[in-house]
């Protein structure tokens, strides 16, 4: 507990950014595009940023540290459907008259932010969670270990192959979550691949999403090898397809789900990342209506600086005293992005799927922030009441399943449905199931060197305990 209260000491934040980013671009990033991409954005951030930090950012560049951020992929393919993106003209052209609507927002939890509130019709999916209650409980032993090694499975990112990396101690591989009353069977490739028989599946979000997609990737192709159909050049949108089971497996990157820009907006100069907030990322959106099913997973990225931009106008900002607008906090933008992305789901035509939100997923730095030394080197997991989360994590965590409560009081239309994947407890729970220091075979660490890398307390390593996400996903298209 003290260590997560110290994460909170933010004042060293900044220190050592540039060095410890010519380190990341010259040696530990496999996307070297990306990075060249990317090595623009970071120091504008500090341009806005100077050293003066506002309260709620104090973990505002775990990741730019641990992530290899993504450029504008060059494309946008197989897109059968163009549909208007727009949120504001999604509730408008829906056929609902919204002035007769209770004007009620899910927004209005965070005091002060009501006058930004985009007023909206209810987003209406059906919450089908009811069958699941996998989320509270405990990890047990469980002697069988894991479904695949960095041996058997050629889909884990260099930092997150733990094994291959050296980490030394095995036991975080020999547990299983227990949820109360009732068993989470084993993962079965051979029973997700015949559930999943002719459907197109996307993970949709930052790293940690695609680190669950490797996850089960690496489960499936126990059973078959999928074929690459579709990569960017970044490497950040990919398209996996199983032969014998008609199955497509994507990932997108959309850190925010909505549309992020660095473009020059109404004096805002170019650099700054400006979400536009009621406007969906087309990178997501364009793909859904050939989606089956859409797993949502961000949350990291809004502790970033960023303007905030609704019907074209800046509203508000966080971590950005250099421009003039309100500093409204990145509670705000998530807020907005999960309601703006329920309501599209349910908006837009074509899509009758299931969307499964998941809730924010934990890093666990210790002694130290993620750039000053912060490690996570814990073998076992923690017991019930050994570990709470801190005030931003119970924040971001309650804002997705308010959003999720709000946006399912009733039915969708054409019958997709919603399902939370509420992983934020039993990840809490899982300190053991980071990289740390083993996200690269050769760490240098803060004492060693005056370029150290940061450990990775934030990404998971695989096997790992994320492979649990994808069980829970297994149990709930099961219980369908
Ligand atoms: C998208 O919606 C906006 C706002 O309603 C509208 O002005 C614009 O013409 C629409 N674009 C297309 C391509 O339909
Ligand atoms: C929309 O609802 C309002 C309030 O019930 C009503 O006054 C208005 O006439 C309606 N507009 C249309 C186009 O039906
Ligand atoms: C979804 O519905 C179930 C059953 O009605 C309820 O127990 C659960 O709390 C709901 N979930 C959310 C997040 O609203
Ligand atoms: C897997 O990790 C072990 C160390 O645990 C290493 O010896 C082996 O070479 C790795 N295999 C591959 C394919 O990288
Ligand atoms: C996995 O699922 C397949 C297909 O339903 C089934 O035949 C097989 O017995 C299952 N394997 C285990 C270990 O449960
Ligand atoms: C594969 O699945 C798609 C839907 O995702 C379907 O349109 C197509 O007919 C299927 N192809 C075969 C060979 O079953
Ligand atoms: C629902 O289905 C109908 C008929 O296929 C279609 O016209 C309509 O656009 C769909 N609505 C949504 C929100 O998908
Ligand atoms: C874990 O890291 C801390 C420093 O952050 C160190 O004091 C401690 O000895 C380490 N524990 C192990 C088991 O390596």
């Not at 990145?330 to 807020?335: C, D, G, H, K, L």
């Amino acid at each position: 507990m003290d260590a997560l209260g110290s994460k909170i000491d933010i004042s060293k934040l900044f220190l050592h950014r540039k060095l410890f980013l010519v380190w990341i671009l010259v040696v530990f990033f496999p996307f070297a595009l990306v990075i060249a991409l990317f090595s623009g954005q970071s120091s504008l951030i500090e341009g806005i940023v100077g050293t003066s930090v506002p309260q709620q950012s104090y973990s505002s560049s775990i990741v730019d540290g641990l992530d290899a951020p993504a450029p504008k992929p060059v494309m946008s393919l197989h897109v059968q459907q163009k549909v208007n993106i727009s949120y504001d003209s999604l509730l408008h052209n829906d056929g609902v008259n919204t002035s007769s609507m209770e004007k009620k927002s899910g927004i209005q939890e965070i005091k002060g932010d009501e006058s930004k509130v985009l007023e909206t019709v209810k987003p209406k999916l059906k919450n089908d969670t009811a069958k699941s209650n996998l989320f509270k409980g405990k990890w047990i032993r469980d002697s069988r270990g894991p479904l695949y090694t960095n041996n058997t499975c050629a889909y884990i990112q260099g930092h997150q192959n733990c094994m291959k990396n050296g980490r030394p101690d095995m036991e975080y591989l020999y547990w299983r979550w227990k949820p109360n009353g009732q068993t989470l069977t084993r993962f079965n490739a051979t029973l997700f691949l015949d559930l999943v028989r002719g459907k197109v599946w996307a993970f949709v979000g930052d790293s940690v999403a695609r680190n669950q997609m490797q996850s089960l990737l690496c489960m499936l192709s126990q059973v078959e090898h999928p074929k690459t159909t579709y990569t960017d050049e970044a490497n950040v949108n990919v398209h996996w397809y199983f032969v014998s089971y008609n199955f497509t497996l994507m990932v997108i990157w959309s850190p925010y789900l909505v549309k992020d820009t660095e473009a020059e907006f109404k004096g805002i100069p170019q650099g700054v990342i400006k979400l536009h907030l009621d406007v969906l990322d087309p990178e997501w959106v364009t793909l859904l209506p050939n989606m089956d099913a859409i797993i949502l997973s961000t949350g990291q990225w809004f502790l970033k600086s960023g303007v905030y931009i609704m019907k074209d106008e800046v509203v508000g900002c966080h971590n950005c005293d250099k421009i003039k607008a309100e500093q409204l906090g990145f509670f705000f933008a998530f807020r907005h992005a999960i309601q703006a992305a329920l309501n599209g789901i349910r908006l837009l035509p074509g899509f009758k799927g299931i969307a499964f939100l998941q809730t924010f997923t934990v890093d666990h730095f210790e002694n130290g922030l993620w750039d000053s030394g912060g490690t996570c080197n814990r073998t076992v997991p923690y017991k019930k009441n050994e570990i709470k989360l801190n005030a931003v994590e119970k924040e971001m965590h309650k804002i997705v399943v308010d959003e999720f409560k709000y946006g399912t009081e009733e039915e969708a239309p054409n019958g997709s449905i919603a399902k939370l994947v509420d992983i934020t407890y039993c990840s809490l729970l899982r300190p053991d199931g980071h990289p740390g220091k083993y996200r690269d075979s050769n760490f240098i660490s803060k004492s060693e060197s005056t370029q150290p890398v940061p450990n990775d307390c934030l990404h998971w390593c695989l096997p790992g305990p994320i492979d649990t996400w994808n069980e829970i996903l297994l149990q709930m298209i099961k219980d369908i």
